[in-house]
């Protein structure tokens, strides 16, 4: 599985699916706390750099899952 660095404190489980590789799924608000406290981003920056170097990256069928809460997505 495919591990997004620096961020494996925001791992929250593993996704499977049939006849696909497990991927790691990771809590993308934890991930915002990790590079706000780690990196000193504000929360706009962390988001910016998130959407654009994180979720925006696909580096194959492995690539991680980042969960977003339902009740907060549009």
Known sequence: MMKAEGFD????????????????IYDYD?????????QGFTE???IEWM???????????GTPIFKI?????E
Do not use: H, W
């Open 9 to 24: 404190k925001a791992i929250i489980g593993v996704g499977q699916q049939f006849d696909k590789p497990d991927r790691l």
């Open 30 to 38: 934890k991930c915002l706390l990790i590079l706000m406290t780690d």
């Open 44 to 46: 706009e920056e962390a």
């Open 51 to 61: 959407e654009f170097n994180v979720k925006g990256a696909y580096v194959g069928e």
């Open 69 to 73: 809460d339902y009740a907060t997505y």
